[in-house]
């Protein structure tokens, strides 16, 4: 099993950066492929970033490619989301998630859910 707990929300100006953090337990954290999803007021939950379980591969949605990055620190039990250039469209609740495949883009196809973090972006 996997717990995951996001931190590093806040509120921001437009153009501005945060990097938002994700805390795993579990011993199966390094074996999991992780993902990035966001959900705005009224719209349904879309993926945003995700990282193969070690790290090499990485994915992104076409909206922030080029601003954000995803990282993680197995050794840490860690997955961050650096967010740069941050438009008031980028304001969401953000849920980190741990997968089942690689790269996948579906929220059905991760099992594990943090609570989320408030990301609100002012223009």
């Known amino acids: 099993q996997v717990q995951l707990v996001e931190s590093g929300g806040g509120l921001v100006q437009a153009g501005g950066s945060l990097r938002l953090s994700c805390a795993a337990s579990?011993?199966?954290?390094?074996?999991?492929?992780m993902g990035w999803f966001r959900q705005a007021p009224g719209k349904e939950r879309e993926f945003v970033a995700a990282?193969?379980?070690?790290?090499?591969?990485?994915y992104y949605a076409d909206s922030v490619k080029g601003r954000f990055t995803i990282s993680r620190d197995n050794a840490k039990n860690t997955v961050y989301l650096q967010m740069n250039s941050l438009k008031p469209e980028d304001t969401a609740i953000y849920y980190c998630?741990?997968?089942?495949?690689?790269?996948?883009?579906?929220?059905?196809?991760?099992?594990?859910w943090g609570q989320g973090t408030q990301v609100t972006v002012s223009s």
């Open positions: 998630a741990a997968g089942l495949y690689e790269g996948h883009r579906l929220s059905n196809e991760y099992d594990y």
């Open positions: 990282i193969s379980w070690s790290g090499s591969n990485k």
């Open positions: 579990g011993r199966t954290f390094g074996s999991r492929p």
